[in-house]
C-alpha cells in the first residue's frame, strides 16, 4: 500500500450553481473511478450559494472513492452582475474567473472542469500536461473558431473551449489575468456570442497550449470523432443534455452509468415539452404547420 506522503495530488475545480450540483457529482464520480490508484485528489466546488443539501450529497459522493476530499468556497458572485445570463450561462459560469483568487496561493496549478461532463480516462495523465509557461491548456473549438476568431481580431483556428482547462495559477495571479478577463467582459458585452469564452480567448489567444482533442469531447469534437472508444472527457455542450429526456447524445448512457455512484442515482430524467415538440416538429411537420406550430408554443 502507498504511504500518503508518496501519493500524488492533483487539485480539481468546479463552479456551479444548485441545478448543477448532481451533475457535478457525476462529472467527480467519474473522474475519481477512473483516476491512478496512489492519487490523492483535492476538489474544490466554487459557488455563489449552494444548499447544504446539495453539499451533503456531493461530499458523501466524494466519499466513496479513495484517495480524494472536497472543500466548499463561497464566491462574491457580485461582480459578474452586469454580465450576459441567459440559456445555459448563469452567473455560475463565470466563477471559474475566481479561482486564482478564491485558492490558497501554495495553489500553483488546477484542472478547472465544467459540470456537464463525463471523464472516462485517466485525470491524471491530463495533470501531467507540461504547461511550458502558458496561461492554460485546452482543446480548440473550430466551430467557435469559424464564428467568432475575426470579430474577436485573433488569429484564425486558435480559438478555445474552456470547459476544461489546465491553469497555471501561478501566472494567472502573476499578470491579473482574472480581471483582464473581466476588464473586456464589461467593456464589450453587447458584442459577445459566448459571453464565457469570447472574453477569455481575446485575452489569451496567444498564451494557450492546444490540448489533444480526446480531453474535452464538445460537440464539434464529436462531429468528427472516429475513434471507437469515448473521449477521456465527454462534454455535453449541446443545449439538450443527457439528463433531459429527449436527448440523443452517442454516449448519453455514460452519464448514467456513472450516476448510479452517487447520491442523485435515483433521480428522474428532466421533461421539457417544448423542446420535444420542437425536435418533432423538424422531423415530421411540413414547413409551414412547423411555422404555426412554433408560433403557438412562443406564446404559451
Same mark, same amino acid.
Given at each position: 500500500m502507498d504511504h500518503p506522503?508518496?501519493?500524488?495530488? *492533483?487539485?480539481?475545480?468546479g463552479a456551479i450553481d444548485n441545478i448543477y450540483s448532481q451533475h457535478?457529482?457525476?462529472?467527480?464520480?467519474?473522474?475519481?473511478?477512473?483516476?491512478?490508484?496512489?492519487?490523492?485528489?483535492?476538489?474544490? @466546488?466554487?459557488?455563489?450559494?449552494?444548499?447544504?443539501e446539495n453539499k451533503a450529497k456531493l461530499?458523501?459522493? @466524494?466519499?466513496?472513492?479513495?484517495g480524494a476530499c472536497i472543500q466548499f468556497i463561497h464566491v462574491d458572485g457580485s461582480i459578474y452582475e452586469?454580465? *450576459? @445570463?441567459?440559456?445555459?450561462?448563469?452567473?455560475?459560469?463565470?466563477?471559474?474567473?475566481? *479561482?486564482?483568487?478564491?485558492?490558497?496561493?501554495?495553489?500553483?496549478?488546477?484542472?478547472?472542469?465544467?459540470?456537464d461532463v463525463v471523464v472516462t480516462g485517466n485525470i491524471v495523465e491530463l495533470w501531467d500536461t507540461d504547461l511550458r509557461g502558458h496561461a492554460i491548456a485546452a482543446v480548440i473549438d473550430p466551430h467557435c473558431a469559424y464564428l467568432r476568431c475575426k470579430a474577436l481580431q485573433i488569429p484564425e483556428k486558435v480559438y478555445f473551449n474552456n470547459g476544461i482547462m489546465v491553469m497555471n495559477l501561478t501566472k494567472w495571479r502573476e499578470e491579473s489575468i482574472s480581471r483582464k478577463i473581466t476588464d473586456y467582459t464589461i467593456r464589450n458585452t453587447k458584442s459577445m456570442v459566448f459571453p464565457s469564452q469570447d472574453p477569455m480567448n481575446a485575452v489569451l489567444y496567444n498564451d494557450w497550449l492546444e490540448l489533444p482533442p480526446t480531453w474535452n469531447g464538445h460537440t464539434s469534437i464529436m462531429k468528427e470523432w472516429?475513434?471507437?472508444?469515448?473521449?477521456?472527457?465527454?462534454?455535453?455542450?449541446? @443545449?439538450?443534455?443527457p439528463w433531459h429526456l429527449d436527448n440523443f447524445h452517442p454516449y448519453k448512457?455514460?452519464?448514467?452509468?456513472?450516476?448510479?455512484?452517487?447520491?442523485?442515482?435515483?433521480?428522474k430524467p428532466e421533461?421539457?415539452?417544448?423542446?420535444?415538440?420542437?425536435?418533432?416538429?423538424?422531423?415530421?411537420?411540413?414547413r409551414p404547420v412547423k411555422k404555426a406550430v412554433k408560433k403557438v408554443m412562443s406564446l404559451r
Open positions: 506522503l508518496d501519493r500524488k495530488e *492533483i487539485h480539481i475545480v457535478l457529482g457525476v462529472a467527480f464520480a467519474s473522474m475519481l473511478i477512473n483516476m491512478s490508484p496512489g492519487t490523492m485528489a483535492y476538489l474544490y @466546488v466554487l459557488s455563489a450559494g449552494l444548499t447544504e461530499k458523501k459522493t @466524494v466519499s466513496r472513492f479513495a452586469q454580465f *450576459i @445570463v441567459s440559456g445555459q450561462i448563469t452567473r455560475a459560469t463565470y466563477l471559474r474567473l475566481a *479561482i486564482p483568487d478564491a485558492l490558497p496561493t501554495t495553489i500553483q496549478k488546477v484542472i478547472y472542469m465544467d459540470s472516429k475513434d471507437s472508444n469515448p473521449p477521456a472527457v465527454i462534454h455535453y455542450t449541446d @443545449v439538450s443534455k448512457n455514460e452519464y448514467y452509468k456513472y450516476k448510479r455512484l452517487t447520491e442523485w442515482r435515483s433521480s421533461i421539457n415539452l417544448n423542446r420535444m415538440m420542437t425536435r418533432l416538429m423538424k422531423k415530421v411537420l411540413p
